[in-house]
């Protein structure tokens, strides 16, 4: 495989231009079209049918079913370990180049298939084009970087050559994998946790969230039309109730990959490290669990660009991101003004179905994050001064507008605890040094951002900001594949820095080989 490519971003669809969009509006109307399907689950090369049966809605319009999926028992979800492990043997042999091959594959064709990926995102998950555009490009990158990398990491490590040895250090895959995306970005990391574990050589058992079944299910058929075979991977669709746990605690399991709420992270962290009868290794867990992600506006700063930069993070994809900011803390100097700034670029956004271009924001993803939501809302009414926002939008779906809640004490439970809507909490500070206080004021670690002209607070803030993704005059969402690897520290997660270069090694063990020459 020499002649690869260096790697490079997937370039976004720019839907102002005319054939770009008819073509999404095409997808859509094709998409729609296949509402109400049913799939079936898939074990090795078993099809079958268990008769319960899982919903999965459009959160734009609850009256429509975008897919029905049979759910699994606990008993297929030991089968389909079991299955894993059977043929783990065969497809570590399966020469890295070949796995490689297999992974440039499937970017092809999720590039061939991108506007059915932007449409099956729209109605699902509930993300306007762009940010459906966003994910299912990302998707590609990871499935593009990570062949690359598997590549490199098959390749010759440099270790010391003792006098009288040939010595080398080569990279194993692990066993069977367990992956439980999540909801939010059901393709981008769906699929890079996913291909990560078998582009090194280890089989998957891929549980994905039962909010976004039909997209993981699209992206089976990308990975079996790669070439990828079956028994390679099971997707197992049901709930984590009835299946979770089972997967989890499997002696067979070797690693989980997971990203979600820090509850359910640490639940997992905490199945996984009981060893059961039978195991042979401690299992690892590779873990990302969210965000209470803060922007600093510093008093010496562009006000209007971080106006946006705040607005932008806090608000695109409804504030349902672990990295989007959710707390904004202000220098006191130049607090009312921006504060006044965002409240009135937050009255202008449009709120409404997501397969319309013309509003930014859809809806949240269910029911009950809704009412999740509303509850944090009336809590935060309490907890400081509603300036936009405040309650439920009209509409067939689960739809909120974007609310700011200002002077927010740092004890708050609005500043404090994970929301996962389109909810901002907006904090005076002092000083520069006492933003950066309140930034790190939080149990969680993962992004943040500053916006600042001044080169020492910038200094200050690469140093003391504690996150794994810091952003200086620009959003706090948007980590791009390759520039920017992501994972975050203290409950945010194990710090996986998915989309770099330490990410593989997650999936795979090293092995050092000596051999005495005569």
Not at 211 to 220: L, N, V
Not at 269 to 279: F, M, T, V
Not at 325 to 332: F, G, M, N, W, Y
Not at 495 to 514: M, V
């Amino acid at each position: 495989m020499d002649n690869v490519m260096e790697f490079r971003n997937e370039p976004y669809t720019d839907f102002s231009v005319p054939a770009n969009r008819q073509a999404m509006e095409q997808a859509l109307r094709q998409v729609h079209s296949e509402f109400g399907r049913e799939y079936q689950l898939r074990i090795a090369s078993d099809w079958m049918g268990t008769g319960d049966l899982l919903q999965s809605l459009n959160p734009s319009n609850i009256r429509e079913a975008v897919g029905v999926h049979h759910k699994a028992t606990a008993d297929l979800a030991r089968r389909a370990v079991e299955c894993a492990w059977s043929y783990f043997p065969q497809w570590s042999r399966t020469p890295a180049q070949q796995r490689a091959q297999m992974l440039l594959d499937a970017a092809r064709i999720l590039r061939r298939r991108k506007m059915e990926f932007d449409a099956w995102m729209v109605y699902e998950a509930g993300k306007s084009w762009i940010e459906a555009e966003a994910d299912v490009s990302e998707a590609i990158d990871f499935c593009e970087y990570y062949a690359r990398e598997m590549l490199r990491l098959a390749g010759p490590q440099n270790v010391i050559q003792l006098a009288g040895e040939q010595d080398e250090l080569v990279y194993i895959p692990l066993g069977v994998g367990v992956v439980i995306p999540p909801w939010n970005f059901p393709l981008a990391i769906l699929v890079g946790m996913t291909v990560a574990a078998l582009v090194a050589g280890n089989t998957v058992v891929l549980k994905p969230s039962s909010e976004t079944p039909t997209i993981a299910a699209k992206f089976a058929e990308v990975l079996l039309e790669a070439g990828f075979p079956e028994g390679s991977f099971t997707l197992l669709t049901g709930s984590g109730s009835a299946v979770g746990d089972v997967l989890v605690e499997h002696p067979k399991t070797r690693f989980v990959a997971f990203t979600g709420s820090r509850d359910v992270g640490l639940r997992i962290n905490e199945l996984a490290a009981r060893a059961q009868p039978g195991q042979l290794w401690i299992k690892r867990v590779i873990a990302e669990m969210g965000g209470k992600d803060a922007i600093i506006v510093d008093a010496n700063c562009d006000l209007d660009k971080a106006v946006e930069g705040v607005l932008v993070s806090a608000f695109g994809y409804q504030g349902q991101k672990c990295s989007a900011c959710s707390r904004a803390i202000v220098d006191d100097k130049i607090y009312e003004p921006f504060l006044d700034k965002l409240a009135a670029r937050a009255k202008q956004i449009k709120v409404g179905p997501s397969d319309d271009p013309a509003n930014y924001m859809g809806p949240v993803i269910s029911a009950g994050a809704q009412k999740t939501i509303l509850a944090y809302i009336e809590a935060g009414k309490q907890e400081g001064r509603l300036v936009a926002g405040g309650g439920p939008a009209q509409g067939d779906g689960y739809f909120l507008p974007p609310t700011i809640i200002a002077d927010v004490d740092s004890k708050a439970r609005i500043f404090q605890e994970e929301i996962f809507g389109p909810v901002l909490a907006v904090t005076r500070a002092r000083d520069f040094q006492h933003a950066i206080d309140l930034a790190n004021d939080s149990e969680y670690g993962l992004t943040g951002a500053v916006f600042s002209n001044d080169p020492e607070h910038l200094r200050l803030a690469k140093e003391q900001f504690h996150v794994g993704n810091l952003y200086f005059n620009r959003k706090c969402t948007g980590a791009m594949v390759g520039a920017h690897p992501f994972g975050g520290f203290n409950m945010s997660g194990t710090d996986s820095k998915a989309g770099g270069p330490d990410y593989l090694l997650l999936f795979l063990q090293a092995k050092s080989i000596a051999r005495k020459l005569s």
